[in-house]
């Protein structure tokens, strides 16, 4: 049974910092390119980062270049993210997502197979 478990989500006033943790299994974890997505109310869900099957691979969107770094550790089948200087505007639910033979790069929603139920992440001003 396929799972992607979100974590690490919570309220914290702009200019803080979260961790968001995935737990993935069902799968083989190692070959799949990992993704983390967001959507805010009356928005569509939209790519924050992904990082590739190989790790080599990273990407952001411009809106959290420079504030958020995703990892992975293969060992234990979980994606992190990592959020620093965060802002009104990164209030959202937060999604994993896994693609096989997955890049990383930009892409839609749909290019991923498993998606976690997501984790609410609420900054205040």
């Known amino acids: 049974q396929v799972q992607l478990v979100e974590s690490g989500g919570g309220l914290v006033q702009a200019g803080g910092s979260l961790t968001l943790s995935c737990a993935a299994s069902?799968?083989?974890?190692?070959?799949?390119?990992m993704g983390w997505f967001r959507q805010a109310p009356g928005k569509e869900r939209e790519f924050v980062s992904g990082?590739?099957?190989?790790?080599?691979?990273?990407s952001y969107d411009v809106s959290v270049k420079g504030r958020f770094t995703i990892s992975r550790d293969n060992t234990n089948n979980t994606v992190y993210l990592r959020m620093n200087n965060l802002k009104p505007e990164d209030t959202a639910v937060y999604y994993c997502?896994?693609?096989?033979w997955g890049s990383g790069s930009k892409g839609p929603p749909a290019e991923y197979e498993y998606w976690g139920q997501g984790t609410q992440v609420t900054v205040s001003s």
């Open positions: 069902g799968f083989v974890f190692s070959i799949y390119g």
């Open positions: 997502a896994a693609d096989l």
């Open positions: 990082i590739g099957w190989m790790s080599s691979d990273i």
